[in-house]
């Protein structure tokens, strides 16, 4: 082909043909020509681009997709190749730029928001990825992927009923897409509706029989069905097929204890887990499986050294991109003791909706509190509810444009709560709620319900900020995996709890310390019994037996008899964790 005098058009589409064919470093040559003739020849640059990137060559490619769209800024195609190209290299906040900008220049192009929302999400901008993927699902209402990823998003935030929904969406535009079968299973899982959710799941596996995400859900929710057996063939079944599922690898070794037979084992998965290539979620997972394995093994060192590398996996997973702040929360737990005292609970309950219905759990997380509903819940007059997000999600609508808890709006929150607790177990007498951290939140739930009754679980100090570090999370409380931060928040809970001690009526409140209640279980458990109105039943010593679902890290501990192994736990890694054993001395 004889180039013409500039030859831009000529040598660039040369490029372009050449490159299709595989003959890259004649058609690399090609590209030079045309941007010799013009450096912003556009088509030019962004083929040019596509080629560097195939071959390997990261930074020039990014270099050549920039040169493009500051060649016309104006220009959404241009900007989004820089987006597709930073995003394909793994530069996912600068992406998120680029496809912003794209948004902008085109905000009906359903393509551009899906790939804002995409980036967004890895880049860690969790809230902002879930608006985006609102606005995508609103401009591509028949786009099934959209939908799944809308979903995803939704779970992320702990939004049930917005990720069951997007799950419905997906399974009427695509019923025969294993996805979104799974993902509605999932939600309805994390939702308490058990039956639906396992045939979802199962739907999933029958359609796509080899996919691993799949067996993992299956074994994840027969684990909290209490069918370690069976869940533990699915969870193999995952890891057969994936081997880097992070998440199974996990679940293999926390519902069950590790043995001498399984160091090969250990051995081949501490190797995966060195690789810098797997995804950092799945490198923390492992960590946290080869720390309880190594902790059941007796090589305290050893596990120590995962569970540091498990937190800090975990951390630049879910909570580096929103560091927290200290001082924000200090101070909104201060505002509480000030504006909940004495004198305004007294007020404010006697305005409240009368129901002796609710009992909430409450205490530091992994301070017992799945151990205790698991046994109140045994009574046959009892529901559990497992960790309800009402009061949390309907903290701020109980506060009044005057900066106080407005009567009114408790009590409409209170009604909601009512019908909340009817769809969920209509025909309990008392059904428990165990979301741990209601402990921040016992000034609106009793001005809204001064009748329910609260059961403070306590734990040794040491003891129960260590089993938060050493406890992988699926959506990580905001302090968790730092041992400092952990600290902190475990001092700010005391200040909480010692409050609500002197402002709520003594008969509302009733503390129990686990160390107690393993030492002498009958007597503290028919206290608890008494304490919420309730004749005895034998059933409550046989929490092991209780069929419910268990929803939290501590599904297999609950369904074993009352064990003494995780008291003074804290002592066999005191040398590693300082701030811990400081709590001990003077909390």
């Not at 090609?30 to 450096?39: C, K, S, T, V």
């Not at 902190?488 to 409140?509: I, K, T």
């Not at 007597?523 to 034998?538: E, H, N």
């Not at 002592?571 to 964790?577: A, K, Y």
Request: glycine share 6%; proline share 6%.
């Amino acid at each position: 082909m004889e180039e013409s005098p500039n030859g831009v058009e000529e040598n660039s589409l040369l490029g372009m043909i050449l490159a299709q064919q595989g003959d890259f470093v004649e058609a690399e040559r090609q590209f030079q020509r045309a941007l010799e003739a013009d450096p912003k020849h556009s088509p030019s640059l962004v083929a040019y681009s596509k080629l560097l990137s195939t071959r390997g060559q990261v930074d020039d490619a990014v270099v050549l997709a920039v040169a493009a769209a500051e060649s016309d800024p104006t220009d959404f195609d241009l900007v989004m190749h820089l987006g597709l190209m930073l995003a394909r290299h793994k530069r996912f906040g600068e992406a998120a730029s680029a496809f912003g900008k794209a948004c902008e220049l085109n905000p009906r192009s359903g393509v551009a928001q899906k790939n804002y929302a995409r980036a967004l999400g890895d880049a860690g901008m969790k809230g902002l990825a879930l608006e985006a993927w609102r606005t995508a699902t609103n401009l591509l209402p028949r786009d099934a992927s959209s939908w799944i990823m809308h979903g995803r998003s939704a779970m992320e935030h702990g939004l049930l009923e917005e990720c069951a929904e997007a799950g419905r969406k997906a399974v009427a535009l695509e019923p025969l897409n294993a996805a979104s079968h799974l993902m509605l299973g999932l939600a309805l899982a994390e939702d308490r509706k058990g039956d639906a959710a396992e045939t979802h799941i199962r739907r999933a596996l029958k359609l796509e029989p080899e996919n691993p995400i799949a067996h993992a859900a299956l074994g994840y929710w027969l684990q909290e069905q209490g069918r370690f057996e069976d869940a533990q063939k699915e969870l193999e079944k995952a890891l057969e097929k994936q081997p880097d599922h992070g998440f199974a690898h996990y679940n293999v070794f926390r519902a069950r204890r590790a043995t001498p037979e399984d160091e090969p084992r250990l051995a081949a998965l501490a190797e995966r887990a060195a690789r810098p290539d797997l995804p950092t979620r799945d490198r923390g997972y492992m960590q946290y499986a080869l720390g309880k394995a190594r902790e059941d093994l007796k090589d305290f060192e050893a596990a120590m050294g995962h569970y540091e590398a498990g937190n800090w996996c975990a951390y630049e997973t879910w909570l580096a991109a929103s560091p927290w702040r200290r001082d924000e929360y200090a101070a909104d737990f201060a505002r509480k003791r000030e504006v909940f005292s004495r004198e305004r609970l007294q007020e404010l309950s006697a305005q409240g909706r009368p129901s002796k219905r609710p009992v909430f759990i409450v205490g530091m997380i992994r301070s017992g509190t799945s151990l205790m509903e698991q046994i109140v819940s045994s009574h046959p007059e009892v529901a559990g509810a497992g960790e309800l997000s009402f009061w949390h999600e309907n903290e701020e609508s109980c506060w009044g444009p005057d900066g106080l808890p407005c009567p009114e709006r408790l009590k409409e929150a209170s009604g909601r709560y009512a019908e909340e607790l009817q769809r969920l177990a209509p025909n309990a007498r008392r059904v428990t709620d165990k979301l741990p951290h209601n402990f921040a939140l016992l000034g609106e739930i009793h001005s809204a319900l001064p009748e329910a009754r609260f059961i403070h679980c306590r734990r040794n100090p040491a003891d129960n900020c260590l089993s938060v570090y050493t406890t992988a999370y699926q959506r990580p409380p905001v302090f968790a995996h730092d041992r400092e931060n952990i600290a902190f928040a475990y001092r700010e809970y005391l200040r909480m709890m010692e409050h609500w001690r002197e402002a709520l009526p003594a008969d509302r409140l009733l503390e129990v310390d686990y160390e107690q209640m393993v030492a002498d279980r009958e007597s503290v458990v028919r206290r608890v019994i008494d304490f919420i109105g309730l004749d005895w039943d034998d059933a409550c010593l046989r929490h092991e037996s209780n069929q419910r679902a268990v929803r939290t890290p501590s599904l297999w501990q609950v369904r074993q008899p009352i064990y003494t192994t995780s008291i003074e736990r804290w002592r066999r890694f005191e040398p590693w964790i300082p701030e811990f054993a400081a709590l001990v001395e003077s909390p």
